[in-house]
Structures are given as structure tokens and as C-alpha cells.
């Protein structure tokens, strides 16, 4: 896989990492084998404690000893620590060896209830240390802890009063998949996107020091986040700011989704290195530290700078490269940890909250995904987002339908096009397989780029690969191209690039709610001057879409497509699509009276409705738009003139393809008649997580609800009831 890594390459392996030390300051069960551990630790120990000879300790790897046992039998769990635990609060009085048996009770907890209602099961398994931790030394929702993205929350959840209700997760009425600062007092921001946490962990550390507060605020991110341009943007400012702020970095290998393709486990983009070795939390350094700034500051400021750089220096050379790293941005770095070590844990952040004026500080830990479940550990995407399974075996109870994802006919299709022209390039943000362009890595491994989860630069580098003649699709949910727009204005389209953007998840996506509902990219795509926009009514559709993309080489391009299965279409053979006219659509089903204009796939809903009105005696005409930008001007006057009732219709916000029509018709005298015009979009508000049907039902688009709008605008009010709304 072709891939930049922006840390990588920035880490030496040390050989203190490669030839592994253990601190037996901390780790009894390191010092001999009379000693066993009845623990297991896969990640790094390194922690200075006060009476230690040395100031900092060395560290490995300790993988040996006995493993706690965890039952994952398919019955609820036993968790008797757990039981007693309602708020937060109730933690802070338990001891290690409870807190640890507490954690592996989450653990316990976590798979029997993700294996009943589906959603993210690694992540949470991940950071169940990590969670006890933060809320035995912590005290929320006075002390701020947010989550960066935010799936691995479970255990947040559970922890703060919402154990009963994690059956309800991710389902209609229900706990969201994300923190949601109206769902508890102790969500301290709202997640769903990569990489804010540092950013928002820094307005509130700057808002309690204006008001002269003094709780703490930790932002929780992960290495995978760390790749994105925001977090590195926040601690450059942390660091210039310096209020007080601790930034737990979990460094698990993996981004926020599975980094795996066709052929098993790969590599991050952006991993951190597992070189930094070296924990720096002593008392009499940071004293020293912070008393040589003081003088330095009296004695004006190029001295003070001086000192700056040579203490920076120091704890380079102490600390190994990635401390420099963080040091230079001005952050006080601590680790790395073992993020799987309560004892650890606990003792990092007491010292740290102790400090009275630490400024930002980032305390490196080090987890493993999916820790303490076997099928998760050994499962190439880690079993990050899951569907219903059985606890023993891991085996997912996925039902494999008669159709695939219009996911997967995007990637059969493309990899169609790259098969015939070698200059087709594909860029996914660390959504290989959520783009479905593992496919397509696996044909053209050296066509495909990983940048990383990082939208802005994924589109300004296909506008440079675009500069030299080739030919880039960009594969982006709907939802993360917002991360990237000024790119999409400023790099592709003002410069009429011929960038493709195939925006995966348009519309409605269920579980995962409004943070990742494609609802503004038709409103957003189709005001660009030289975009040509597009949605397909079904998957035979998005595969002449692919093909129509790739003939446009002469300005940018889109095409918006939803979650889900394709109807069962007839598929082009070999999945290699017939380019469109550009700007043309089609009329699916002659009638009159009423004419349906759809855009994208709820063209589907117009032909069901068409069928509920036949039985009610109206005559309908279904239209396919096809295009939302270059509008099929021919094919509107048509229908407003040839019919009683036009209605125009999208899975998408206010201001897209109805606002272009209604703009159209207006300009042309069409709205001057006696035409009835309608729009049918989704409602000027967020939509909540739940079944997409129900979500559909919620925004008033199902088939039922088209009848009822016809009914209404012909007459026909006496009959709605009939279609059962």
C-alpha cells in the first residue's frame, strides 16, 4: 500500500526498545519467577516511583505470566464490583486490585452487551484501564474528560450512571454511539469525527482560566487521530498557551478504523513509533525545570528562550525523539505507559494532579485493541465495528443478503476503470475498508493512497496528482468531506482540477447518527461553479457514474451514493459502467397529472408511491434526475409543463437539488402558471441515530409520505388514510 506517514519516519528504534528493560519498581511480577503475575501485559511499563534510585526507569515489554481469566460465556456476567458502581464517585475509595477486577468486569460487560445489540466492541475493550483510571483519580463531570471520536466510550458510559440503558445503544430512542453533552452531565463535549479533542480540551482549559476555576480537562486521543492536521494545530497552540491541560495519547497500532485489507493486518498511517521509551515524571526535574524558567525570565527574554531550548534539549536526550517532538511544540511529555496497568495509570495521573501548575502535558500510553477477548485480539480489523455475535467464538451473525453494499459495486466498478486506464489513482483517509477501496489496493496496490484520516490534505494531494495527468478518485464519506471543503473550493474546483469524488454514506446512516449523516453534500458540491454532481438511483447507476467520472477530464466531478444494499439492479457485465450524457436525466414511468422528480436513490420511494397512488387511481410520471449539476433543463420544462403536480425529491438538506430546480424554474417562468411545486427534503434539523427505515419515517420520505403530498396537492386529502401515514 502506497502511504505517508507524517511521525513514522520521525522515530528511530532505540535500543532500549529493541533489547527491552523492565522496571522493577513498579513491576513486581518482572523481578523473578517466585513472583507470578496473575496478570498480563502486552504493552510498555515504565514509571518513576518516589523512592527509586534512578529518576527515570527503563523499560520492555513484559509479556509473560499468567492472564487474568475472563468468561465470556453468553450469559449476563457476574460483576460484582461493578454492581456497586452508579456514579463515579463510588470509585474513588477502591483499591488497585479492585479497580483492575473492575476493569476486567467492564470488559465482561462490554462484550455480552455489544454481542446483543451490535456497535464498536475493540476500542471500548481497549480502554477499560484507561477508563477506570481517569475516573478513580478524576472527578467528573467537575473534571473534564473528552473523548476524541468517541467510539471507544462504552465504558465512559457504563461508569457514568448509564449501565442500564447500554442495551438501548446505538438504537432508536436509545444511547447514542458517541459522547452527547445533552445525553449526561459527564459528556464533556460532543464526538463522532477524528481529532478534536485537543482543540476543545483547550477552550475549556482557556474558559476555566478566565473564570478563575480550577478543575482539570484531559482530552483522550488516539494515535490514529493524531494523524490529522487539527491535533497538531491544537497542541501547537496548547503549547504557546499554556493553561493547564493533560492530553492522553492511546497509542494502540490501530487508527479509529480497522487498518486491514484483502490480505490481512497492515500497518497505521501514522502510527506512533514504539521508541519512545522513557517516562519522565520526576519531581525534582520539574521543580529544577520550572525554577530555571523563573530566574531566566527575570534575566530578560533571549536568556529565557536560551534556557528553553537547552531544557528541550535535555529531555531530547533523555527522552528519546518523539519527547523532543512533543517538547518542541511546548507539551510536557510523559511516557510511554502501559495503558493495560491500573497501578501505572493511577500513579501517572495523581502525580500529574498534583503538579500545581503543569501547563499542557501529554502522557503517552500504550493499549492494545480489542485487549482481553481472544476472537478481537486475533482478528485482523480487531473486530472494531461489529453486528450481533456470539461471545465464545466471536463469529458475527451477519445475514448475507441477495445484494451487496453500493460500497462494494463503487469498488467493483472502479477497479473495472483502472483495469482498462492505468492512470485511475484512488485516496481513501484511513477508510480502506469503509470506502470499500481495499478492493482496490488488493488489484493496485501501488495505485492506492492511504493519507491517513486527514481530509484536507487527501484532496489537495489528488489535486497534485491531478496536475500531472492523472486521474484521482477520492473516496470520502459525505459526512468527513466537510473536514475538507476549503480544499474542494480552493484546490480543485476555483482551479477546474479533474478531481472525482465518490462520497460514500450520502443520506440517512442509521446507528451512527447526525455525526455522520450525509445530508449537506448535494448543497455544498452543487454551488461550486465547475463541479459536476451526480447521485444514481441504483447500483447499475453509481457503475456508469464511476465510468461517467472518469471520462470528465476536463473539471472536477462528484457522485453521492448511500449506505446499504443495491435493489437487485441489472449490473453492466464485467462492472464496467457506459458514461452518461453529462446533464441529462430520465423518465423511468410515464403518467399524468403528477410527475416525481427524484435525486439519487430515493427515485426507488417514487416508484413505490407511484404504485400506492395507481391503486387510488392517480397516474404518476417518475423521473430520474441523474444529475443535480448540470441540471437536465429539458427534462424540467417538460414536466412542469406537462403535468398538474411536480414534486422534487432528495435525501439531502435544504438548499440542494430542489433549491437548484426551483432556481431553474423560476428564472424560465415556470412557477408563473398554475403549477403545483413542491420539495421533499430532509427536515431543517438533525435526524437522531436509530433504523434508517425509522429514520426515514422521521423525515417524512417514506413511499407513504410521497403519497400523502400528492394526495394532498390533488384534491384528494379524503384519502390519505388509506395509505395508513
Known amino acids: ?296 525570565k527575570n534575566l530578560g527574554e533571549q536568556t529565557h528562550e536560551v534556557a528553553a531550548k537547552m531544557d528541550s534539549y535535555m529531555r531530547g536526550m533523555m527522552g528519546g525523539q518523539g519527547a523532543s517532538m512533543f517538547e518542541e511544540l511546548g507539551l510536557y511529555y510523559v511516557g510511554p505507559v502501559d495503558g493495560h496497568n491500573v497501578e501505572d495509570l493511577v500513579y501517572v495521573f495523581n502525580k500529574i494532579k498534583s503538579m500545581p501548575n503543569p501547563g499542557p502535558v501529554l502522557v503517552h500510553i500504550v493499549t492494545e485493541k480489542g485487549k482481553g477477548y481472544p476472537p478481537a485480539e486475533i482478528a485482523d480489523d480487531k473486530m472494531h465495528g461489529v453486528v450481533k455475535f456470539d461471545t465464545q467464538s466471536g463469529k458475527q451473525l451477519k445475514t448475507k443478503g441477495k445484494t451487496v453494499s453500493y460500497t462494494q459495486y463503487f469498488a467493483d466498478a472502479l477497479v473495472a476503470e483502472a483495469e482498462r486506464d492505468d492512470k485511475i489513482v484512488a485516496i481513501h483517509a484511513a477508510m480502506g475498508g469503509g470506502t470499500g477501496l481495499n478492493t482496490f489496493e488488493n488489484k493496485f496496490p501501488k495505485r492506492c493512497f492511504d493519507v491517513g484520516i486527514a481530509e484536507q490534505h487527501a484532496v489537495t494531494f489528488a489535486a497534485g496528482l491531478a496536475t500531472e495527468g492523472l486521474k484521482p478518485f477520492c473516496a470520502i464519506y459525505s459526512s468527513f468531506l466537510q473536514r475538507g471543503y476549503d480544499q474542494v473550493v480552493h484546490d480543485v474546483d476555483l482551479q477546474k482540477l479533474p478531481v472525482r469524488f465518490a462520497l460514500d454514506r450520502a443520506g440517512l446512516v ?22 459536476v454532481v451526480m447521485a444514481p438511483s441504483d447500483e447499475s447507476e453509481l457503475m456508469h457514474m464511476v465510468a461517467t467520472a472518469a471520462a470528465i477530464d476536463d473539471r472536477p466531478s462528484c457522485f453521492r451514493y448511500p449506505r446499504g444494499n443495491g435493489i437487485g439492479s441489472l449490473l453492466p457485465p464485467n462492472n464496467k459502467g457506459t458514461p452518461l450524457e453529462v446533464g441529462r436525466g430520465r423518465i423511468l414511468k410515464q403518467g399524468s397529472r403528477v410527475a416525481l422528480l427524484g435525486y439519487g436513490t430515493i427515485v426507488q420511494s417514487c416508484l413505490a408511491a407511484s404504485e400506492l397512488l395507481k391503486e387510488l387511481g392517480i ?107
Open 1 to 296: 500500500m502506497a502511504s505517508s506517514s507524517a511521525l513514522k519516519g520521525m522515530f528511530m528504534m532505540s535500543p532500549l526498545a529493541k533489547e527491552g528493560y523492565a522496571s522493577s519498581l513498579l513491576n513486581p511480577s518482572a523481578n523473578a519467577a517466585a513472583q507470578p503475575s496473575k496478570r498480563k501485559f502486552t504493552g510498555i511499563v515504565a514509571v518513576a516511583k518516589e523512592n527509586a534510585a534512578n529518576e527515570t526507569a527503563q523499560i520492555k515489554r513484559v509479556i509473560g505470566g499468567p492472564s487474568t481469566v475472563l468468561r465470556y460465556t453468553g450469559e449476563k456476567p457476574v460483576t460484582p464490583i461493578l454492581d456497586t458502581i452508579n456514579e463515579p464517585i463510588h470509585m474513588t475509595s477502591l483499591g488497585v486490585e479492585e479497580l483492575e477486577r473492575l476493569a476486567d468486569e467492564l470488559r465482561e460487560e462490554i462484550v455480552y452487551t455489544v454481542s446483543k445489540t451490535g456497535g464498536h466492541l475493540s476500542s471500548n475493550l481497549g480502554v477499560a484501564e484507561l477508563t477506570v483510571s481517569l475516573h478513580h483519580v478524576f472527578n467528573t463531570p467537575e473534571d473534564k474528560i473528552i473523548w476524541d471520536v468517541g467510539h471507544q466510550s462504552y465504558p465512559h458510559k457504563i461508569l457514568t450512571g448509564r449501565r442500564s440503558k447500554m442495551g438501548t445503544i446505538r438504537q432508536t430512542g436509545g444511547l447514542a454511539g458517541f459522547p452527547k453533552r445533552d445525553e449526561s452531565k459527564h459528556d464533556a463535549f460532543g464526538a463522532g469525527h477524528s481529532s478534536t479533542s485537543i482543540s476543545a480540551g483547550l477552550g475549556m482549559a482557556v474558559g476555566r482560566d478566565l473564570l478563575g476555576k480550577d478543575n482539570h480537562v484531559i482530552a483522550v486521543i488516539g494515535d490514529g487521530a493524531m494523524t490529522a492536521g487539527q491535533a497538531y494545530e491544537a497542541m501547537n497552540n496548547a503549547g504557546c498557551v499554556e493553561s493547564n491541560l493533560i492530553i492522553v495519547l492511546n497509542d494502540n497500532r490501530q487508527v479509529s478504523l480497522p487498518t486491514a485489507n484483502l490480505d490481512g493486518p497492515c500497518p497505521p498511517v501514522g502510527a506512533l513509533s514504539r521508541s519512545l521509551t522513557r517516562l519522565q515524571t520526576s519531581r525534582k526535574f520539574r521543580q529544577l525545570r520550572e525554577v530555571v524558567k523563573g530566574v531566566t
Open 510 to 531: 442509521g446507528a451512527d447518527g447526525p455525526t455522520h449523516c450525509g445530508a449537506f453534500d448535494t448543497t455544498f458540491m452543487a454551488c461550486l461553479p465547475n463541479m
Open 619 to 725: 397516474s404518476v410520471t417518475v423521473a430520474d434526475a441523474r444529475f443535480c449539476k448540470p441540471l437536465d433543463g429539458r427534462l424540467i420544462r417538460q414536466l412542469a409543463k406537462e403535468h398538474e403536480v411536480l414534486i422534487t425529491l432528495e435525501e439531502g438538506s435544504v438548499g440542494g437539488f430542489s433549491s437548484h430546480v426551483a432556481h431553474y424554474m423560476a428564472l424560465n417562468g415556470l412557477l408563473d402558471g398554475n403549477l403545483k411545486w413542491r420539495a421533499m427534503t430532509l427536515p431543517d434539523r438533525y435526524i437522531e441515530h436509530g433504523d434508517q427505515t425509522y429514520q426515514i419515517e422521521e423525515a417524512g420520505l417514506a413511499p407513504k409520505h410521497i403519497a400523502a403530498q400528492v394526495l394532498s396537492l390533488t384534491g384528494n386529502k379524503e384519502s390519505v388514510h388509506l395509505i395508513n401515514v
